[in-house]
Structures are given as structure tokens and as C-alpha cells.
């Protein structure tokens, strides 16, 4: 069953096919372009997709969408005004074709991981579609919307913004009928100034729900009840808190091996299961993911039974060891929330507790008293040495005991043999900081110790 015939997605788009085709996938990038795929060209800041067209037909690209003809181009084009807005199009014009019961999350943190552990639920239930990878932004959302299969039962897709407005905009594509909020934190304070404008900013997701539709929100948030506020604004009518406390609470989240094992109550049904990954923050996590199958109707205990094959995602807390050190890959993003909840992943580990840490980027005006407050959950974790890197990493620096500090340097490559020389055999190692504090670095570096 092809994802979209050369009728449709001219319907769809207003635009005009040079020849018939069917596609099976959208991609916008040729790296990773599938036999048959449509090849969206988009145009970015620094690259214009119709440069790569060609390289797409070569990948064996099913057809393009352009706006114009590139040279020396052969293959089956869709042509169109806008791209963007051609892939948009796609996407709800997908959108309204699908049957699926369709699920929203975003959050200030867990997004993309609470996606993966919600896949992973409905995947056990019928035929599952998410979003992949991070995609989560203008072009992530209809790409992933626009590649929903006709025969999907579950769509699941993230959004995340940093400006008010995105998500809002995002969610209008998306129409769930259930919106499930992680958690607020600071995060992106440099845009938004105070977490009230982020929680707000967050529950524009609301408005996007259909008629009948649930929100779901993180009980325990100091900002649950301004969350809760906004959904009435929105109109929704069914408001679920999870959490320690709320309609869906977690009892309890013990270690055992690789995972942990879970108590909760998810709408005054009893579960127990293991979750192939620890943490609190994971345990909250797939608490509002039950609780979402419920509110679908799903089979909550077949859904919980998926979650063994859950593993932690890379940059997300991925594991692995090197020469005898194990390491925990944080290093995707950072924000005071996240790098709370991985410094008490690391203070259940044995040995040596070590964390390596960079820069939490967009942090505004307060960042460097958030960099400095990091302090007390690494003194209250008992962790044993410290290393930092980034401008602001130096408030943490300069707030710590003698004692904790390993080292300190203005970037991770130049950190790096610091790092090297001081892990040994039986440590357990933490690497986090925010994308652009280039943190994966050490995680490489690492990597090839193991290797």
C-alpha cells in the first residue's frame, strides 16, 4: 500500500506532478533516503535541498518535491509554491485521512523519551507510528505527520518549541486526542524569562486537542495547576494528573539489573512491570504513557509488558562500558531538571561516581546561578569528582569543594585528556551538557577506549 500516489499529493498540494508516481516515505535527507521515499527539497539557512535532488534520484528516490526543476534532473517531480508548505499540506491532508487515535507530548524535558516508551506501549496494540528521532520542530512535525501510513492504529508524535507561537502552530497539524505534557523546567529561559511563560508556552498543546479530547499533565509540577488552568481555557474537558500524586500515581520504582521495576496505579488500575531502563524521571515518564493507553482504551497490562524492551536512548542515558568504566550518555541536551534526574541515576551506581559536565545552554539571565545551584544535587548524590567545561560550567566550578573538582576547561575537546587520565577501572561516568556544548566528545572518545 503506497504512503502517497501522484494524484493525492497533488490534491493535497495544489501542485503539479511531471510524471505518475507512488512513494512509500518522505525523507529530507539523502544520507539516509529510502528506495522510494519522496525527497522533500527543503530550503534551510545554510542549504537548498534542490542542490541535492539528483543525489536523491541516485538513492533510488520514488520522486521530489520542488519548487522549481533542478538541473540535469530527470525523475518524477511534484512541483510546487512553497516546500514547506507542500510538506505541510501532506501532513494534513494525512492527517485527515487517518483513522488512528492520534497522541501529542512535549515537555521541558523527556520528550523524546517518553515518544520512544509510548511507541513502544502502542506498539503492542496494533500497528504504531511516531515521530522519529528528535523530530519535533517546524519541518520534524508535518515530516513525520505527512508519513503517517493509511492503515496506522496509533500515531505518536512530539513537538517542542522555544518561541510562544510553535507550538500552537505545530499541534494544528497534529489534532490529538490525547496531549501529555513531561514536565515544566527551565529550559530556553533566554526566550521565555520565568517558567510560568514556559508552562504556558507548553500548554498551547492543548488547544490543538479535538473535541473530547485528554490532557495530560505531571501532577507533582509546582506549575500543574497553571497547567490545568490553560487546558480549561482550551476547553478540554478531560484533565488527568500523574505522578507521585494525581489520578495516576507511581508507588514505587525499584533497580533490578539493566531496568527497574514498576508499582503504579494508572487510573485505579493496579501495575507491576519492568522497565528495561532506571530512573525516576523514566518511571514518572511511563506513568502518563499507561495512563494515555487507558484513556484510549487500550489493554493498560499488555502495554506495560512491552516496556522489558525499552532501552535508554543514546545522548538520553544509552549506557555502555569502556575498558571496564561504565559510562551514561547524557549528552544529547541539558537542563537544571535533566541534569538533576541523571546525577541520581548516577548516585545509584557502584564505584566511583564521576560526572563530566557542560554547558545547559539558552539559560538567560539566571544561568549561571542554575550552573552554580547544580552543586547541592551533585553533593546530595554523593558524587566524587567532578569535571566541567563551558563558560558557564565555570559558576559550578567555583561552587564546589576542593575535594569534587577533577578539572575544568573552557571546552570538552581540550577537557578531554583530563578526563582520559583520571577514569579507572570500576568508576561509573556521567557525560551531559546541552548539544552545543559538544559533549559527545568525551562520549566518542570513550567509545574508542572501549573499542
Known amino acids: 500500500m503506497s504512503l502517497w500516489t501522484h494524484s493525492e499529493a497533488e490534491t493535497a498540494t495544489l501542485g503539479k506532478a511531471s510524471q505518475a508516481f507512488s512513494v512509500n516515505g518522505l525523507s529530507i535527507d539523502t544520507r539516509t533516503i529510502k528506495e522510494g521515499d519522496l525527497f522533500v527539497a ?97 519541518w520534524g512535525v508535518p515530516l513525520s505527520l505527512a508519513s503517517l501510513p493509511r492503515d496506522a492504529e496509533f500515531g505518536i508524535f512530539e513537538v517542542g518549541m522555544n518561541h510562544f507561537g510553535e507550538l500552537r502552530n505545530l499541534v494544528s497539524f497534529v489534532r490529538p486526542h490525547v496531549a501529555l505534557v513531561t514536565t515544566i523546567a527551565p529550559a530556553h529561559l533566554e526566550f521565555f524569562g520565568n517558567c510560568e511563560s514556559i508552562a504556558d508556552a507548553k500548554s498551547e498543546i492543548f488547544e490543538g486537542l479535538l473535541p473530547g479530547g485528554a490532557a495530560l499533565i505531571p501532577a507533582d509540577s509546582p506549575y500543574a495547576e497553571r497547567l490545568k488552568a490553560r487546558a480549561r481555557q482550551a476547553q478540554v474537558s478531560t484533565i488527568i494528573g500523574f505522578g507521585i500524586t494525581g489520578e495516576s500515581k507511581l508507588l514505587s520504582f525499584t533497580p533490578d539489573g539493566e531496568g527497574m521495576r514498576i508499582k503504579c496505579d494508572i487510573l485505579g488500575r493496579a501495575v507491576d512491570c519492568f522497565v528495561g531502563a532506571p530512573g525516576a524521571h523514566i518511571a514518572q515518564n511511563v506513568v502518563g504513557a499507561l495512563t494515555a493507553v487507558a484513556l484510549l482504551e487500550g489493554d493498560v497490562l499488555n502495554a506495560a509488558a512491552a516496556l522489558k524492551n525499552f532501552t535508554a536512548l543514546k545522548g538520553r542515558g544509552a549506557r555502555f562500558s569502556a575498558g571496564g568504566i561504565a559510562v551514561i550518555d547524557e549528552s544529547y541536551n541539558a537542563n537544571p531538571a535533566s541534569m538533576t534526574a541523571a546525577l541520581a541515576l548516577l548516585g545509584n551506581a557502584s564505584g566511583r561516581k564521576i560526572a563530566v559536565l557542560g554547558d545547559m545552554l539558552e539559560m538567560g539571565e539566571g544561568g549561571i546561578a542554575h550552573h552554580a545551584g547544580l552543586a547541592q544535587p551533585i553533593a546530595a548524590n554523593n558524587v566524587d569528582l567532578i569535571f566541567a567545561s563551558g563558560a558557564q560550567m565555570k559558576a559550578l566550578w567555583d561552587a564546589l569543594p576542593a575535594k569534587s573538582r577533577g578539572a575544568y576547561a573552557e571546552t570538552s575537546s581540550v577537557l578531554l585528556p583530563q578526563v582520559l587520565a583520571a577514569l579507572k577501572p570500576g568508576d561509573t561516568v556521567l557525560v551531559k551538557g546541552s548539544n552545543g556544548a559538544k559533549m559527545s566528545v568525551i562520549i566518542e572518545a570513550l567509545k574508542e577506549k572501549g573499542a
Open 42 to 138: 527543503l530550503k534551510g539557512d545554510n542549504r537548498d535541498g534542490h542542490d541535492f535532488v539528483r543525489a536523491a534520484f541516485d538513492a533510488k528516490a520514488g520522486a521530489a518535491l520542488v519548487t522549481y526543476t533542478p538541473d540535469g534532473v530527470t525523475g518524477p517531480l511534484l512541483t510546487v509554491g512553497h516546500t514547506q508548505r507542500g510538506l505541510e499540506d501532506l501532513a494534513r491532508a494525512a492527517r485527515a485521512r487517518s483513522n488512528a487515535k492520534i497522541l501529542a507530548v512535549t515537555g521541558s524535558a523527556g520528550k523524546t523519551t517518553t515518544k520512544e516508551i509510548l511507541r513502544l506501549a502502542f506498539h503492542a496494540l496494533g500497528r504504531t507510528h511516531a515521530s522519529a528521532a528528535s523530530y519535533n520542530n517546524h
